[in-house]
């Protein structure tokens, strides 16, 4: 039975960590959940509970997976979370889960009694203070590097073999335009920091986006300077509700996993970028909604092709989902907004998940897609884990059929042809169409905190410990190797 580890940082200050169980029922592909039988059941348990930090937990970063598994190995993933008290701590968490118990589960101390299944593997590591203002995002691009992003305008490149920082990366402070609205800025002051970044796959680019810049900035990560600034059109930000007292400044970068494109999010739309750094694509919620997370996701159609989708999450509690694959195609169709002179389609969603009809209707402040292992010739099934304010996690069960259907061109928009046939299983637009739901809750689960980041990912199968293996941490360095270059910043 696959397990999922899912870790949320809170408002309340604490990092708590919790497995999902599913059954195998779960696995059956689409065709037996269209026959109608019941949604596959989901066993949560607490695997820890901490009071991480002095502030609310801002964001949190994982290591990749190991390659393999070996049982000679440490089957260990880093985990990173960031908050306003200018902290970076470090945790060693089990990649396997944790012995089942032979007797009843101890209760973690709290208001309401849950299940809960300790893994003794999980380890504290201390933490970073190279920061001296919030943090905003953390990444591993891989196993032997950390990258870390704050209020204070600096992106830090950490070393995990000895956590020394290989090299900090200073944006320009932007000048004062006029006193903020808001409270993001102290009297006479302004905002400033960095909001979010993103490293090309090739690891030799970063994008990043900042407090109170109309700009984006592109960095060579080879020499660690700079590599260009990139300023939003005013006609772009207004076509994506960026007008009037609105600060225009980007919330969230993502890279496509090909790199080929990326998008920047702000408020309340979104827009995409080619590798030319022009705009692709605008992406606007219908309802016009806040946007709090983008990510790309890849959907596996057989074992040899994948289509990729972007994904986003709104304050109404929705999952929206769009293809940018055919964005290119159609120009001379109406509603496209001309940017240098050149059309620009604004995408409509293809699917959405949660909403109030859904029984979601605080906002949804995080979500990871996660991708089950093969249980058939040719059928894998795709999870999408939510954290929400309202303190519930939520696993969803994709329909990967829908998503992965040929997309039809209409206008300025882009549907897929099952559209017609489920005019009853969506939202309307407001077009007059119809945007299909793609899946269906499986589980849930009540943290009793308002999250405010999420992680998650599948966990490995058991294996047991290497003979003498007290699980102390010492062989941490040994564990993630470093393979910098002497003289590079690479990563």
């Known amino acids: 039975m696959p397990t999922l580890q899912i870790i949320v940082g809170t408002y309340e200050k604490i990092l708590h960590g919790v497995t999902a169980t599913l059954s195998r029922e779960h696995e059956r592909d689409d ?18 509970l901490l009071n991480a930090h002095n502030s609310a937990i801002r964001c ?7 390659a393999s598994v070996n049982p000679s190995e440490h089957q260990k993933v880093i985990l990173a979370s960031g908050s306003s008290d200018e902290r970076v701590n470090l ?6 889960p944790p012995e089942l118990q032979r007797q009843p589960a101890s209760t973690i101390p709290s208001t309401v009694s849950k299940n809960a299944n300790e893994n003794h593997r999980n380890r504290e590591l201390g933490s970073l203070l190279h920061h001296s203002s919030s943090i905003n995002a953390l990444y591993f691009p891989n196993r032997s590097k950390l990258l870390s992003a704050a209020d204070d305008n600096t992106l830090a490149v950490i070393r995990t073999r000895d956590w020394t920082v290989l090299s900090s990366i200073k944006a320009p402070i932007p000048k004062a335009h006029g006193r903020p609205s808001g409270d993001t800025a102290p009297p006479g002051g302004y905002p400033a920091g960095v909001n979010d970044f993103a490293v090309h796959p090739s690891m030799k680019l970063m994008v990043s986006v900042g407090k109170g810049e109309k700009c984006m900035r592109l960095w060579n990560l080879v020499t660690g300077k700079k590599a260009g600034v990139l300023n939003f059109e005013k006609t772009l930000l207004e076509s994506v509700g960026e007008r009037g007292w609105r600060s225009g400044e980007g919330r969230k970068v993502e890279w496509n996993r090909r790199g080929e494109e990326f998008v920047v999010a702000f408020e309340r739309g979104a827009v995409v970028f080619g ?42 509690g929705r999952v929206l989902f769009y293809s940018t ?24 969603a293809i699917g959405q998940l949660g909403g109030a009809g859904q029984g979601q209707g605080s906002r949804m402040k995080d979500f990871e897609i996660l991708i089950l292992p093969y249980v058939q010739a040719s059928v894998r099934s795709a999870l999408l884990v939510s954290g929400s304010s309202d303190g519930w996690i939520r696993i969803w069960r994709l329909n990967t059929a829908i998503l992965c259907e040929p997309q039809v061109r209409k206008g300025s928009s882009t549907i897929n042809k099952s559209e017609r046939s489920l005019p ?12 299909p739901i793609i899946g269906d809750l499986v589980g849930s689960y009540d943290t009793g905190s308002r999250i405010t980041c999420l992680k998650a990912f599948v966990m490995l199968d058991r294996v047991e410990s290497p003979k003498g293996d007290e699980d102390t941490g010492d062989s941490f ?3 993630f190797v470093d393979d910098t270059q002497h003289g590079h910043m690479s990563i």
């Open 60 to 66: 949190l970063a994982i290591s990749p997976l190991p």
């Open 91 to 96: 945790f060693l968490i089990s990649a396997s």
């Open 275 to 316: 590798l030319d750094s022009k705009p692709k694509a605008l992406i606007v919620p219908d309802p016009q909604t806040k946007i709090h997370q983008v990510r790309y996701a890849a959907f596996p159609k057989t074992q040899a092709a994948a289509i990729e989708l972007l994904a986003m999450s709104t304050e109404d």
């Open 325 to 348: 694959a055919e964005v290119v195609e159609g120009v001379e169709d109406q509603g496209l907004t001309a940017f240098a002179g050149v059309p620009v389609p604004t995408l409509q």
């Open 31 to 48: 065709h037996h959940r269209q026959s109608g039988r019941q949604p596959p059941s989901v066993e949560f348990a607490d695997t820890f």
């Open 424 to 435: 009853s299983k969506g939202a309307a637009r407001g077009n007059g169409e119809v945007t």
């Open 477 to 479: 360095g040994e564990q």
